[in-house]
Structures are given as C-alpha cells and as structure tokens.
C-alpha cells in the first residue's frame, strides 16, 4: 500500500511536471512591448517586402470567402502568403485561447467574436494595441470607425486589442412580394410584428408559407441574439452600469413574453431553426421576415441564391412597449481582428490588421459578398457601398446605429451566457414560464458572479 | 552479474512498453485528476487547490445529473437495438453466400461515415420545412403537418437515437456475422441427424454459442455510446433545453465554452469512474448469463 502511495505520488508530480512543460503562457502583454514590436508608421518599401513570409490567420467559417479575399488582396500588396485556418464560428475563441496556452502558437492574427474579447484578454491571448492605435490614428483615420463599433469590438477596460471587422447589427428583413399579397406594412413594433407575422402564417395555412423565421437553437449566440433583439427594444439589458445582474427585469421578461407569443406563428420550430434552416426559408421565400444582418439583401441578391432577389425589405427592428422601448439594433456578431500573444510572426501580423483597418481595403470588402459588414462611416457614405447594399438598408443601418444594444465582452459572460442559454431554451419550449426562466437565470448569474469575484 | 542480469532482463524488456503505456494512458489521466482538485481556467492550470469543491458541486449540479440520466438512457437503448437489430441481420445473411459481399460493402458504408457528415444527413432528413422525411410523411398522409424532430423535447432524442442506431447497427451485424460464420458445423449436423427443429437448433445450439461473442459486441457498444457526443453537439447542442444534454457535451461545454477546466476535470473523473463501474457490472452481468444459458 505504502509502494502504491509513493509510486502514484510520483506519477502526479511527474504529470504536473509535464504539463507545467507543456504551459506557454505569455506574460501578460502590455502597451510597452507591443509598442516596441510593432513596425513603425512608415511607407511600405518599393516591390513586394514580404514576399515568402507567411501569416496565419484564424477565422470564421461564415467569413471564409471574405477572408480569402483579405489573403489574396494582401498578397497582391505585400507578397506575403496569408494561411487560414478556418473554425466553426462558435469555436474560435476557444481555439484562440487553446493556441496560446496549449503553447501551439501557430496563430498570428485572430479574427475573434467580440463577447470573447474579454475572456482573450484574460487568457493574455491578444496584444495590447495602445501604442499602436496611437500611432496609426491619423494614418488609417480611426475616428471614421462608429463609436460604437470602435470601443465594444476593441476595448477591455479602456485598453485596445483589436481593430474594429465586422459591424454585424441584426435588422428586420421582409419579403414585399408576401407583405404586398397580404396587404401588411413592415412592422415598427413587436407587437405589430406578432399580427403581421400571424397574419400571413394564417393566411397561407397548408402552403409552408410562415409569416416570421425565428432563430431560436439553443446556440449561445443564435438563441442570446434572438433575445436581445427583443431585450434591448424593451428597455432591458443584461447587467445594469454597476455590472449586476438584472436579467429577469419586468423589461426583459415582457421581452421574452413577446418571443414565446410570437412562437406559434414562425416557421418550424423556432427551437430546431438556426441560420440554415432560416436562410432556408428566407431564401425560398416561404418566411415573411427574417432577423438577421445586413449583408442579408447581397446574399439575397446573388445570383441563383433566392426566389426572393430584388423583393426585399428591410428596416430597424421593432420596437418593444412599455415606459423603457425604444428603437435598438443588436450587436449580435460582431468581429474585431487582433494580433496573439504568441505570433510566430508578428510583424507582419501588424502589417496585416494595418492592412484590413485602411479605409480603402474596409470599402473593398464591404463591397463583395463576404458576409462583412460595415465598420466605417465613410463606407456607409460612399456612392460605391449604396449602390452595391441599396438606400433602404443604409437607411436602416443609420436608424440602428442611434441606439445599439450590445453583449457584455467582460471575462465572466461566457460563464454567464450558459445558464441564460439553457433557460431561454427552456421557456422556448414551454418547460418554463418566462418570468420563471429569467429568475433562474437571474439566480444563477448572482451564484456565478459571487464565486469568482 | 550475468545471472542478475538474466534475471531481471524479461522486465527490462518490458519497461519501454510499460513506460509507452504510463505516458499516453495514466499520465494524462493523473493531469485530469490533478486538475479536478483545483479552480483551472486554461490558462491557469493547476490555480487554488479546492480539493473536493468540484466534486461536491457536481453532486448538486442538476444539468450534470440530467445528462447523465441522458447518457445511461441514450446508452443502454441504442445499444439494445443494434446489437438486437445486427444480431437479426446477420442470422438472416449467414447462408447467403452470392450476396454476402455486398451485404458486408453496404453495411460498410455508415461506419465510413464521418460522424460529422452522418450529423448533417440526418439534420437535413429532419428539417421540418425541406426534409425529405416530412416531405414523404405529409405525401402519404401520416403527418398533417411538418415535425420538427430536432426542436420538440419529446422528439429531439429518439430523433438523435435513430441516427446513431442508423451508423452502428451495421458494426454490430458484421460483428455478429463474423461470429456466426465462425461457429463450428459439426454440432449442426448432428441436430439434424436428430431431427432437432429450427427453433432448437436455435435455442440450444446457436444462441449459447454465439452468445459470449454478441455480448461482448454489446460490452463495446455500450461503451462506446456512453461517450456520445458528435451527434448532440450537430444536431441539437444539447437542446430544446436540457432534453438531449449528455455527459461529455455538457463537459465539453464546461470545460470550452466556460473555460472551467477544473470543474470539467471533475465531472470527467466522476464520468470515468461510473463507466468503469457499469463495465465492472456488465462483465459479471455477462458471466452470469453464460452461466444461465449454459
């Protein structure tokens, strides 16, 4: 018993002992040394000067045509070969956290989902770009950036990791064509919105023709982003200014009341519907309206993508009732581009965000279907981008922009938004009320944020 | 020192082996045991030893029971009608010769699958709006209107059951072929020397001799099905609530989606330790049967 004791007692220190070999994990990075190892402002030599370098770049299935072109535009410019390495779109920030810690560092530039931005920095996944925001400021015209999109895709307490991707608000996409044959106008509330939706479902009853889509798996950012659209046009918010919990608000239950109204009338089933099976819909015109973003209308639009192309609407979600409604876009998605901790080639991971960030390249990707949406004001003013998304969504773009409802991007959230998964999953199904599913989820962000305050 | 040497040389021999075998099974296993006792995040392995804080969390963690619940029920029902269903299979084919071949290439073809594309067969199957199953059921009239099988509690795990049923029924027929086929032929014709009926022939000869073999067939399926998790995390994440939540997505979602290395450490360890009880008792489940049939 006494060998077993010191023979297993060995194994665990030699097990702690690898695996303390296998932790990379990079000081925390600050201003300082990411100022020093970024490459100065200064004009590109004559030619192509990285020609044979190579750059890995993380991201998202959905944005590979989009990233592709970002490679191929890069080489043309620099030389330098741009390898993606492609995740499902729930996956990358787990992968960017893995690269670092795991001491993989194959990484060099991350493409990450903003509500992860916080859960990066702790796990000292992204550089600190102070020094290098300061010193590109006036050179790639930050402040053309949206404020919005400038502080909630880049900052963690008041510090710079990224630049600003992906501006992805959700708006409210209509297929005139249906809206006309029923006589119904795009709805400006959401109550509007449950008549009009149960209008057209009721109408064309044995047709497969459903008056709403409803994105309602239980996937974080599908079934969360639902939520908000309703959350946020209700006056509710997650946590309040002091970051306590006040998820199960009267604001957001009457939200979450009005989403499982609106259930019986949606395509089916809003619990089993996530982008596929919405676009699926959308695309075949057999759904009224669609949450969604606004690249919507270029895919719509391509062509042999839909039945639908050129008979779109669209307009800013809806807005809730109540003392506290307003009108909001939610920041459902949303992508900011950083540089790892553990680059094996840093500088020209510099050299490539400096690159996406320039105007001119951000009105290049606005323009092609890559499911990129705009981050610049100067995008949504140029002749080229209305032309290429239509006045209507650059209108509705604007309206969104006055009131955008975010996520929450602070470490915990991706401890929080479980729990507030599961529950909302549970009232779509009806094992839970509304009020009682946001209860729990109220009692179960109080228990997660206690324990790891 | 030659004899000394002689002496210990068969455990020198095996000391590489031994060393292979510590390094890719007990190692890692001792991280993970290692890792449960503390508050890991991924980048803070090993951060503030709780010891068994973990633990008694789960004990009261109600979506850990839940999937468990899950697992054991997705486990045992699956595994009972492969097995059931290879075993009807395969003593239909054993003494069909012309066609055994291409029965076997067929039966091949789910089990070359990739989990991940047998996941999105099956979800396009299922889509209530473009699926061919709804398609066909609203032709003939059996349904009035599109099912949503992935997005109704009560349909989204029988739904997830048929899938993998569909993928590893046919590891379980050619597992039950191989051991009919291998069954000698001699007792056989002696049965029929003695006029012995179908049903005896079956009851008394093929059925205890092929038994040990079918269940072990069962052993490694259960086992197997235990560790579902491709099927969940494509077709359902675990969803509409907590309805088709089981053991290792819900560990994946701690561990990777939370980043609570150290809680999922736990909840792998407790996994660990209940599969290895259920293996201890089916074994001497197995045993006992034998004994019975026998």
């Known amino acids: ?26 000081a925390p990075s600050t201003g300082g040394p990411a100022a020093t190892e970024a490459p100065a402002a200064t004009e590109a030599p004559a030619g192509k000067p990285y020609e044979g370098q190579t750059l890995n770049f993380l991201t998202i299935q959905p944005h590979n045509v989009a990233a592709q072109n970002l490679a191929d535009w890069f080489k043309e410019e620099t030389g330098a070969t741009v390898n993606l390495i492609v995740v499902p779109y729930d996956n990358v920030i787990e992968k960017a956290v893995l690269d670092v810690t795991s001491g993989a560092a194959q990484i060099d530039v991350v493409e990450y989902w903003y509500p992860g931005l916080g859960t990066l920095v702790e796990n000292n996944v992204l550089e600190n770009l102070d020094e290098w925001w300061k010193s590109k400021e006036a050179e790639l015209k930050f402040d053309d950036f949206f404020e919005d999109y400038r502080d909630v895709l880049t900052t963690i307490d008041g510090k710079k990791y990224g630049i600003p991707y992906d501006g992805d608000m959700h708006l409210l996409w209509y297929n005139k064509e249906l809206f006309a044959k029923h006589n119904v106008q795009a709805p400006t509330t959401w109550d509007e919105y449950l008549q009009v939706c149960k209008t057209i479902t009721e109408a064309e009853k044995g047709n497969d023709v459903y008056g709403c889509a409803i994105m309602g798996a239980k996937i974080p950012l599908i079934l969360i982003g639902t939520f908000l659209n309703r959350l946020g046009s209700y006056g509710g918010t997650f946590l309040d200014a002091d970051g306590k919990p006040v998820i ?6 009457a939200a979450l009341d009005a989403l499982v109204a609106e259930l019986p009338y949606a395509l089916p089933t809003p619990s089993a519907v996530a982008f596929d099976e919405a676009l699926g819909g959308w695309f075949t015109g057999k759904v009224g309206m669609v949450e969604f973003w606004t690249d919507l209308g270029a895919m719509t639009d391509a062509p042999d993508a839909s039945v639908i192309g050129g008979k779109w609407g669209v307009v800013a979600l809806p807005k809730g009732s ?3 409604a307003k009108v909001v876009a939610s920041l459902n998605a949303g992508f900011g581009m950083g540089v790892s901790t553990t680059a094996p080639n840093k500088e020209l991971a510099y050299k490539f965000i400096e690159f996406v960030a320039r105007p001119d390249i951000a009105l290049r990707y606005n323009t092609v279907v890559g499911g990129i949406d705009p981050v610049r004001k100067s995008t949504l003013e140029d002749p080229t981008f209305i032309k290429f998304a239509g006045e209507e969504l650059v209108a509705a773009i604007k309206e969104g922009h006055k009131n955008l409802a975010p996520w929450p991007t602070d470490a915990l959230w991706f401890k929080l938004q479980e729990p507030l998964t599961d529950n909302l999953s549970l009232a779509l199904t009806g094992a839970k009320t509304p009020k009682q599913a946001l209860d729990d989820t109220q009692a179960a962000w109080e228990k997660i944020i206690a324990e790891n305050k | 020192m030659n004899s000394s040497l002689e002496k210990h040389s068969p455990k020198l021999m095996v000391l590489p082996v031994f060393i292979v075998l510590l390094l890719i099974s007990l190692v890692p296993l001792i991280y993970v045991l290692g890792i449960s006792f503390t508050q890991s995040t991924l980048s803070k392995p090993f951060n503030d030893f709780i010891w068994f804080e973990n633990y008694k969390k789960a004990f009261t963690d109600e979506i850990f029971g839940a999937s468990l619940v899950n ?6 029902i699956v595994t009972t009608i492969q097995t059931f269903l290879g075993f009807v299979l395969a003593f239909a084919m054993q003494k069909e010769r012309k066609l055994s071949g291409l029965f076997r290439t067929l039966a091949l073809l789910p089990l070359f699958t990739p989990p991940v594309a047998v996941a999105m067969i099956w979800r396009l199957i299922y889509d209530p709006n473009s699926g061919f199953l709804n398609y066909y059921m609203r032709q003939f009239g059996i349904f009035e209107k599109s099912v949503a099988f992935l997005g109704d509690p009560k349909l989204a795990f029988p739904a997830i059951m048929f899938a993998d049923i569909w993928q590893w029924t046919p590891f379980c027929f050619l597992l039950c072929l191989a051991a009919l086929q291998s069954l000698p032929r001699d007792p056989y014709e002696a049965a029929a020397v003695d006029g012995a009926s179908a049903w005896q022939v079956f009851r008394r000869l093929t059925l205890p001799m092929v038994a040990p073999q079918v269940l072990v067939v069962f052993l490694f399926r259960f086992l197997i099905a235990l560790k579902v998790f491709d099927l969940v995390y494509m077709l359902t994440f675990g969803g509409p609530g907590n309805s088709t939540q089981v053991a290792s997505f819900y560990i994946y979602r701690v561990g990777f989606k939370q980043f609570n290395i150290g809680y999922a450490g736990a909840l792998s360890i407790l996994v660990l330790i209940l599969i290895s009880v259920l293996a201890t008792g089916l074994t001497k489940g197995r045993d006992f049967l034998l004994r019975k049939l026998e």
């Open chain 1, 248 to 253: 199960n608000s009267p604001e957001a239950v």
């Open chain 1, 322 to 324: 109540g003392p506290k």
């Open chain 2, 71 to 76: 697992t054991l029920l997705f486990a045992f």
């Open chain 1, 1 to 26: 018993m006494k060998k077993l004791s010191v023979v297993l007692s060995l194994l665990i220190v030699v097990s702690m002992l690898l695996a303390a070999c296998g932790q990379a994990t990079p």
